[in-house]
């Protein structure tokens, strides 16, 4: 290679740099080994307020809030004793601070390269405070979806009082009336003739607590108390719980539990009413046997565990959204036990589903994060 | 002291898909000598209004499979008798629906059962004037 293209090489390579340098999004900061800055870039300019001419040259804590700019001289220190890194080689989330003394959210990576015996740090740094924003955003707007929801229900569920109630209490009223004109027109008649409208009486009143019961789980807020759970124990305690019932009618239950331990932040009580649920549907479903009902559950690679339970039963016709208020297949369901489910679920920052299932039947599933619902 | 019906022994069709009060005011009904035939859907209504010898029809607005008025109305093109609507559900869109319909009363869920059976005394002693 001749000399004049070889410096033809190195400008073009240095015009290459420079036009990455300029028109990268992410900020590049160039340090030496004592952590003056070297070089910093458009989008650093950008993100930290400062010109390239006024931090050149000055220590990169500058860059830095408290407590990470006072300890950063001795991390340099560490680093070269040691040689344990903290940032080098990884994406770290930390903070920085604006010319205006503003702290925001930062991701950090940092390479270490060495140029003719001179070490060089180079850090690549996101300004995340957007995107942190917008989660906090989408967070908020997902929790005033849910309260709209919630008041929209509540609505529904008023209307569905005043209709359910009125049909038990409209009984009641007739049974109570059958008696008293039994006893207006024979005040000595035997006591055993009253018996049936007396068992009608208890009967209604069976209904209406069920059906109170019912509209109070579902009206109250849901508050969970967390721990943590091992879900091999729950499907367990769930597996224990129905396999009597499913024997009695013939069915299957398949519980296959997760090889290795999954720990869960939990409300485990209300876990397994939303278990519990879905297990008595299936079994409901296949009324009789043969059939099967089969859980199972596995870790998802994003943090969350997925239980799925399926049965051999018809399935959900089409059309019906099983997760709607009042919306029931069973001739003597209410139609709030699946809102139930889903209203547990979504507390636990989950989500729950139903699919078809391959040779017919119905699938439920329900994905839970690991860690419980996030805090934002 | 309740005294018997004068209109004792009609037949009454009676149509309510809630089992409990369905049977408490049938009950009620048979106490006063009524026969009464109970149906608990329109699906076995419709044959029973052609068929049962019924002469006086008390339903439900909110029946399975159709609503009180059209039962009324199928009741009125076969018979002249008394019809009856009784609803827990007495709403603008309900009322306007019997109101419409001069051969149809209302009554409202929970049901005196004095009243129905004064209403059903008179509408009998009406037809039996004219």
Same mark, same amino acid.
């Given at each position: 290679m001749t000399t004049s293209s070889s410096a033809r090489l190195v400008a073009l390579q240095a015009a290459r740099f420079e036009a990455i340098l300029k028109t990268a999004r992410d900020g590049i900061i160039s340090i030496d080994p004592d952590g003056v800055i070297t070089l910093f870039n458009h989008a650093a300019e950008e993100i930290f307020g400062y010109r390239a001419a006024e931090v050149? &040259?000055?220590?990169?804590?500058?860059l830095m809030p408290e407590p990470y700019r006072s300890e950063h001289d001795s991390y340099i220190r560490r680093y070269r004793e040691t040689g344990e890194a903290r940032a080098i080689g990884r994406i770290r989330k930390v903070e920085g601070r604006r010319r205006s003394g503003e702290t925001f959210p930062l991701e950090l990576s940092v390479s270490e390269v060495q140029v003719g015996g001179e070490t060089l740090y180079t850090a690549v740094i996101r300004d995340v405070s957007g995107r942190e924003r917008d989660e906090a955003e989408l967070e908020r707007l997902r929790r005033l979806s849910l309260q709209r929801q919630r008041l929209a229900d509540i609505g529904a569920l008023t209307a569905k009082i005043v209709h359910d109630l009125a049909n038990p209490l409209a009984a009641l009223s007739m049974v109570g009336q059958g008696i008293l004109r039994r006893v207006e027109r024979?005040?000595?008649?035997?006591?055993? !003739?009253?018996r049936p409208q007396a068992e009608r009486l208890v009967a209604t009143a069976v209904r209406l607590d069920a059906l109170l019961g019912e509209f109070k789980d579902f009206a109250r807020v849901q508050r969970l108390e967390f721990q943590n759970v091992e879900v091999g124990s729950l499907l367990q305690t769930l597996e224990d719980f129905w396999r009597p019932e499913a024997e009695r009618q013939h069915i299957v239950l398949d519980v296959c539990k997760p090889a290795e331990e999954i720990l869960l932040r939990a409300d485990p009580e209300r876990l397994h009413r939303v278990f519990d649920n879905l297990v008595k549907n299936s079994l409901e479903a296949i009324d009789r046997g043969p059939g099967r009902v089969a859980v199972h559950a596995e870790l998802l690679p994003d943090d969350r565990v997925r239980l799925e339970f399926s049965d051999s039963g018809p399935g959900v016709p089409a *059309?019906?959204?099983?997760?709607?208020?009042?919306? !029931?297949?069973?001739?003597? *369901?209410? &139609?709030?036990g699946l809102p139930i489910c889903r209203q547990i679920i979504a507390a636990h920052g989950g989500d729950i589903a139903v699919a078809g299932g391959e040779s017919g039947g119905a699938v439920f599933q329900v994905d839970l994060p690991v860690h419980g619902p996030s805090l934002a | 002291m309740t005294t018997v019906c004068d209109c004792s022994g009609i037949g009454i069709l009676l149509v309510d898909g809630d089992l409990l009060f369905r049977q408490a005011l049938a009950d009620n009904l048979r106490f006063d000598g009524h026969e009464v035939v109970e149906c608990a859907s329109a699906h076995d209504a419709i044959p029973a209004i052609r068929s049962?010898?019924?002469a006086a029809l008390v339903t439900e607005? @909110? @029946?399975?499979?159709?609503?009180g008025v059209y039962l009324a109305d199928r009741f009125r093109s076969l018979r002249s008798g008394p019809t009856v609507v009784v609803t827990a559900q007495v709403t603008g869109t309900v009322a306007a629906d019997v109101g419409a319909r001069h051969y149809v009363h209302l009554l409202s869920k929970p049901l005196e059962y004095q009243r129905l059976h004064d209403l059903l005394h008179r509408l009998v002693e009406d037809l039996e004037d004219r």
């Open positions: 050149e &040259g000055a220590s990169i804590s500058m024979s005040p000595d008649m035997a006591i055993e !003739t009253v *059309g019906v959204d099983v997760f709607a208020l009042f919306e !029931t297949t069973k001739p003597t *369901g209410t &139609g709030l | 049962a010898p019924c607005y @909110v @029946v399975p499979g159709a609503n």
